[in-house]
């Protein structure tokens, strides 16, 4: 767990947790954690805290137990995490397609939906093999896929950011501005 040492004058301290929902590639983690010494919060994977409490890695648990499992313990530990002081909090692209989980996060925290096109998340994941949705498949008719289903479940987040093909902290000044405006 990533923990800042201060926080900006610029941003208030948040009263609850943002948490960063989108597809895979999108920039969750490495902008959440930026996000998070921003606001002087404490930031959180919640693949991770997952990988943590199963003792194994996401691909492990897909191929032993499946996927059905997986979002299982994703839904508990979204929800233990959200229980507890506000943090940065940053889901698997899955997460937010359980109603449960999305209820939970829209009534708890603010949500915010990051989102790229698909020629920039392919070539993000495409860095990596280590996603269990892409494995042995085309990126771009995944994520299209994807994209297809997840994202007006996405659209319900509080706020729409976009990530783009520039360094993270663009995207972090952009959440910075849309926090700005809804905290009024």
Known sequence: MYSPAFMPASLPRPDRSIVLVGLMGVGKS??????A??????????????????GCSITDI?????????????????????AGPPKVIATGGGAFVNDETR?????????IWLDADIAT?????GRRDSRPLLRDRDPQVVLAELAAI??????EAHIHVR???AP?????DDIADALSRWWG
């Open 30 to 35: 490495t902008v959440g954690k930026r996000l």
């Open 121 to 125: 998340l392919a070539e993000r994941v």
């Open 168 to 172: 993270h902290e663009r995207t972090v």
């Open 150 to 155: 997840r994202n007006p479940l996405y659209a």
């Open 103 to 111: 209820r939970l996060i829209l009534d708890t925290c603010i949500a």
């Open 37 to 54: 010494k921003r606001l002087g919060l404490d930031f959180v994977d919640s693949d991770d805290e997952i990988a943590s409490a199963a």
């Open 163 to 165: 990530s783009y093909s």
């Open 62 to 82: 897909f191929d032993r137990f499946g996927e059905q499992s997986f979002r299982d313990g994703e839904r508990r530990v979204i929800a233990r995490l959200v």
